[in-house]
T-cell receptor
Framework: DTAVSQTPKYLVTQMGNDKSIKCEQN?????MYWYKQDSKKFLKIMFS???????INETVPNRFSPKSPDKAHLNLHINSLELGDSAVYFC?????????????FGQGTRLTVV | AQSVTQLDSHVSVSEGTPVLLRCNYS??????LFWYVQHPNKGLQLLLK??????LVKGINGFEAEFKKSETSFHLTKPSAHMSDAAEYFC??????????????FGKGTHLIIQP
């Protein structure tokens, strides 16, 4: 069973479109994240949700909006896509305890904006 | 605040020789440290983690790392490189003292090349 699953794996779309990427985890974790990996492989956190509450919101454009219908899902919605949004987006989840915050990652969604 | 510096963007070794990937970190509190590996066009896989237990941590595929607080380092090593080790490696720090989930801070990655 896949612990953290993202769909779609690949997404090609035109500038100006609105798209969503879905993420689900079956680990019972209480915190989920979205990371963006740019063309230089650098990973940067975009959002995290803990118990359906947004607790990190990095300086990303407001065209990006995370939506969490329940603890097991954190979807990423992007409005008015731009060329610079092309990247690989990773979803992750963690169990938050005082010992460690090991994260489990999805396989990534490669978004290409043309 | 936390940060991670991976000192080498690329490391090239011959198959069968030792691997050393360097990582230095900065954290205001007692950190958790991780190494993740990303094979081409794949997701991220945890290699090993340090969470204030033993300072020498053993991971999967023969990798290990040593936490050195005095040097603020967490270098990744492997005695003998294999062709399948060719990948991107990320050193990651997590600040555990935060009241909420603070996310992971990634280094910029080290691309490991294995020469036959």
């Amino acid at each position: 069973d896949t612990a953290v699953s993202q769909t779609p794996k690949y997404l090609v779309t035109q500038m100006g479109n609105d798209k969503s990427i879905k993420c689900e985890q079956n680990l019972g974790h209480d915190t989920m994240y979205w990371y963006k990996q740019d063309s230089k492989k650098f990973l940067k956190i975009m959002f995290s949700y803990n118990n359906k509450e947004l607790i990190i919101n990095e300086t990303v454009p407001n065209r990006f909006s995370p939506k969490s219908p329940d603890k097991a899902h954190l979807n990423l919605h992007i409005n008015s896509l731009e060329l610079g949004d092309s990247a690989v987006y990773f979803c992750a989840s963690t169990v938050r305890d005082h010992m460690n915050t090991e994260a489990f990652f999805g396989q990534g969604t490669r978004l290409t904006v043309v | 605040a936390q940060s991670v510096t991976q000192l080498d963007s690329h490391v090239s070794v011959s198959e069968g020789t030792p691997v050393l990937l360097r990582c230095n970190y900065s954290s205001s509190y007692s950190p958790s440290l991780f190494w993740y590996v990303q094979h081409p066009n794949k997701g991220l896989q945890l290699l090993l983690k340090y969470t204030s237990a033993a300072t020498l941590v053993k991971g999967i595929n023969g990798f290990e790392a040593e936490f050195k607080k005095s040097e603020t380092s967490f270098h990744l090593t492997k005695p003998s490189a294999h062709m399948s080790d060719a990948a991107e490696y990320f050193c990651v720090v997590s600040d555990r003292a935060g009241g909420g989930a603070d996310g992971l801070t990634f280094g910029k990655g080290t691309h490991l090349i294995i020469q036959p």
